[in-house]
């Protein structure tokens, strides 16, 4: 079975750094993208970043410039590079994962989050 696992979350100050991984692992034939997800309290859940095999990337037009989206192919993980950060990026972050376990059979894969908080 297909795993997708966040780490790197936490607490910081306005203006801080973190840096957010997500490895994939298991029975992979390939992944087609991974993005970035977060919900907020109270707020349906959004998309921050997102890096396709091509290796071209979308931001949410609230983290263009604070926020670098990249990847490890050998090591199936993502990685969210995240600066300057706000209150407002509190949240729980997740991982997605668009995963082919067979040429034929491609999914979405979703960790289960890690928080990030921004304290003012």
């Known amino acids: 079975q297909v795993q997708v696992v966040e780490s790197g979350g936490g607490l910081v100050q306005t203006g801080g750094s973190l840096r957010l991984s997500c490895a994939a692992s298991?029975?992979?034939?390939?992944?087609?993208?991974m993005g970035w997800y977060r919900q907020a309290p109270g707020k349906q859940r959004e998309l921050v970043a997102r890096?396709?095999?091509?290796?071209?990337?979308n931001y949410a037009d609230s983290v263009k410039g604070r926020f670098t989206i990249s990847r490890d192919n050998a090591k199936n993980t993502v990685y969210l590079q995240m600066n300057s950060l706000k209150p407002e990026d509190t949240a729980i972050y997740y991982c997605?994962?668009?995963?082919?376990?067979?040429?034929?059979?491609?999914?979405?894969?979703w960790g289960r989050g890690t928080q990030v908080t921004v304290s003012s």
């Open positions: 890096i396709i095999s091509t290796g071209s990337s």
């Open positions: 298991g029975s992979i034939f390939s992944i087609d993208a």
């Open positions: 997605n994962a668009d995963i082919r376990t067979t040429i034929f059979s491609r999914r979405d894969y």
